[in-house]
């Protein structure tokens, strides 16, 4: 159980940009926004990273990345949960810990991945993610603890009620899960939503509710866990 690896989320079509470059290739400084997202996972810990991706953008990606990944395709994207379906095979005969996080989050870096793995072993978690505190959040997923602080479940901002919008801490859609107990909770989802989608955030529910450890470990620096969905964040 010692073995992590690491899974990208990059199949999203990025329709906000505005661009006809899929958005992990967007530049950031002088690296290319899945370039930062590669280079904060590879460190000893991590055996192997696989980059879910479109079909699509395949040939354009993998100029980019070459080698460094294993690359897996979503064709017909249907959500983050859909996303880590997909990664099944790759995952079949692995008994460890994956790490995943959202190919648009160019500011994470080596030594939260670090901290985040030694968290989650240290507590033998089931499932931890990483949270931040924001004083004005964007438009992500709420933390909701219980009165001794213990995550009772993450609240998506679009089904969040006026109370729980005013909480400042959210979920960076970061995490690492022991994988068996990930694709044994994936099973457990469904699409009865207003996207018809697969949300990875129902795994935690999940898993929750089957008295599973689940933790959350929270980041200092909010900013290192922005991601990026508009043109104005990518200049800002």
Known sequence: MNRTRALILAAGKGKKMQSEIPKVLLKVADKTIVEHVINALQIPEIEAIGLVINPDNFFEIKDVTQNSVNYIFQENPKGTGHAVMCAKEWLADFDGNVIIVVGDAP?????????????????NNVCTLLSAIWQNPPAYGRIIRDSKGKLVKIVEQRDATAAQRLIKEVSTMHYIFKSRDLFQALSQINNYNAQGEYYLPDVVGVMIAENKNVAVLRVDDHNLTRSINTLEELNE
């Open 107 to 123: 500011f994470i870096t080596q030594h939260i991945m670090s901290e985040l793995i030694k968290e989650h072993k240290s507590s």
